[in-house]
């Protein structure tokens, strides 16, 4: 820390008045300067120890030099009682300078030094005299140690106030930067919610188109395909065009069920063992094989979601059968357990390898166990497909079931 040019100054001027009232009293009593004129020089030799900032922040060395500065002052003391006024430079330098507990050390020395001159007029030979000088002794250091001790200890709170305020700061820094990077995590997940939430949506459009207008376009093209070959039969053309109408609007029904995100038309009305046995007597109605319909177990209601999956699930497994399996024999069990609800369906047509059909299925459009699979698996379920060329294929979709409560 700099110090103002009249601080680093006013000790100097000091000490040469006090040079100056020293030589008229001396030339007056006649008394010998060279002493006096030598130990004011090495004093104002010594101050210069105080001039650079960076000397007065190098603790040992400051310690040197109180030690010196005492000692010049108690001998120019003990010569010339006036230099006693001098102390007051020294008291500068030591609330300036020194930390506790050095400058208590300090204090009380340039204490001492300055009630000697004080009591410089009392003889020492006596009792009273000795009291005297204690008493100046005690006049000078109680109050200068209590000042120094004041001066430590608001220095102290000062130092613990700012502390404090430093850390307040920059804890308020750090909330901010907390707060800055909580805003910025919000944000993500908002952003990926959102994306979560499209690519949901995109999903459930994707399985309700195949499983509404993908399935019901292929019904209608092998209707019309089947009308087709009975250009010489009027009756059988004109059921397959029936038929082929019928599954055009029943599939417009869906696909507009599925827009607004509606339950499927068996399930409106029905439960799902007779929506299940609703939609497989309407397949083995249009294919013209008998679907034999199981149900075991004591039915109760399922969550509406886990419904829908199960529906969707038979559906899907019907429609690959109506293409690719040329099976003479279909089997669809529903079984209630205690935890889990599953739905088998098998059949004994050509089967294939479902390593090498992997999750894509074998419908030629590759979405169709894909579906069948997300929307199990969306219900915390499993989809089970066994399955090998000329034996046939089972296919298992299990949920879990509802809690009791949940269903009263």
């Known amino acids: 820390m700099r110090w103002p040019i009249g601080a680093i100054a006013?000790?100097?001027?000091?000490?040469?008045?006090?040079?100056?009232?020293?030589?008229?009293?001396?030339?007056?009593?006649?008394?010998?300067?060279?002493?006096?004129?030598?130990?004011?020089?090495?004093?104002?030799?010594?101050?210069?120890?105080?001039?650079?900032?960076?000397?007065?922040?190098?603790?040992p060395l400051m310690v040197v030099f109180f030690v010196g500065l005492i000692a010049l002052a108690a001998i120019l003391v003990v010569r010339d009682p006036w230099f006693g006024?001098?102390?007051?430079?020294?008291?500068?330098?030591?609330f300036r300078i020194l930390p506790w507990p050095g400058l208590l050390?300090?204090?009380?020395?340039?204490?001492?030094?300055?009630?000697?001159?004080?009591?410089?007029?009392?003889?020492?030979?006596?009792?009273f005299g000795v009291f005297v000088y204690l008493a100046v002794l005690a006049a000078n250091?109680?109050?200068?140690?209590?000042?120094?001790?004041?001066?430590?200890?608001?220095?102290?709170?000062?130092?613990?106030?700012?502390?404090?305020?430093?850390?307040?700061?920059?804890?308020?820094?750090?909330?901010?930067?907390?707060?800055?990077?909580?805003?910025?995590?919000?944000?993500?997940?908002?952003?990926?919610?959102?994306?979560?939430g499209v690519h949901d949506e995109r999903q459930r459009m994707a399985r309700e188109i195949h499983d509404t207008l993908?399935?019901?376009?292929?019904?209608?093209?092998?209707?019309?395909?089947?009308?087709?070959?009975?250009?010489?039969?009027?009756?059988?053309?004109?059921?397959?065009?029936?038929?082929?109408?019928?599954?055009a609007?029943?599939?417009?029904?869906?696909?507009?069920?599925?827009?607004?995100?509606l339950r499927p038309e068996p399930l409106r009305t029905a439960r799902l063992g007779d929506a299940l046995a609703d939609v497989a007597g309407r397949w083995s109605a249009l294919h013209g094989l008998t679907v034999e319909v199981t149900t075991t177990g004591t039915a109760r209601p399922l969550h509406p979601e886990a419904e829908v999956a199960l529906l969707r699930t038979a559906q899907e497994?019907?429609?690959?059968?109506?293409?690719?399996?040329?099976?003479?024999?279909?089997?669809?069990?529903?079984s209630y357990m205690d935890r889990q609800v599953a739905l088998d369906v098998r059949d004994d047509g050509d089967g294939f390898r479902v390593e090498?059909?992997?999750?894509?299925?074998?419908?030629?459009?590759?979405?169709?166990?894909?579906?069948?699979?997300?929307?199990?698996?969306?219900?915390?379920?499993?989809?089970?497909?066994?399955?090998?060329?000329?034996?046939?294929t089972a296919i298992s979709a299990c949920v879990p079931a509802a809690p009791e409560e949940a269903n009263t």
């Open 10 to 59: 006013a000790p100097y001027v000091l000490l040469a008045v006090l040079v100056v009232f020293t030589v008229i009293q001396k030339q007056s009593t006649g008394g010998s300067l060279v002493i006096d004129m030598v130990l004011c020089g090495a004093t104002a030799v010594w101050m210069l120890a105080t001039v650079r900032s960076a000397w007065r922040d190098n603790l």
């Open 85 to 94: 006024f001098w102390a007051a430079a020294c008291y500068f330098y030591a």
């Open 105 to 127: 050390l300090a204090v009380v020395g340039i204490a001492a030094i300055a009630a000697t001159a004080q009591a410089s007029g009392v003889p020492k030979n006596t009792a």
């Open 141 to 196: 250091m109680i109050p200068m140690g209590g000042l120094a001790y004041f001066a430590w200890y608001s220095g102290r709170r000062n130092d613990l106030r700012n502390e404090a305020l430093e850390q307040a700061s920059e804890a308020n820094r750090q909330l901010a930067a907390s707060l800055a990077e909580n805003e910025r995590l919000h944000e993500q997940l908002v952003a990926q919610a959102r994306e979560a």
């Open 214 to 247: 993908a399935q019901g376009l292929t019904g209608i093209i092998t209707q019309l395909q089947a009308a087709e070959q009975a250009d010489g039969d009027p009756a059988g053309w004109r059921r397959h065009i029936t038929a082929a109408i019928g599954l």
């Open 249 to 261: 609007r029943e599939s417009l029904t869906e696909a507009r069920r599925s827009v607004h995100a």
């Open 317 to 334: 497994a019907l429609a690959n059968v109506a293409k690719h399996a040329h099976a003479s024999r279909v089997g669809l069990t529903l």
């Open 356 to 392: 090498s059909a992997g999750t894509n299925g074998h419908d030629g459009s590759g979405f169709g166990l894909v579906a069948m699979r997300q929307r199990i698996e969306g219900m915390a379920g499993t989809l089970q497909i066994e399955s090998e060329p000329g034996l046939g």
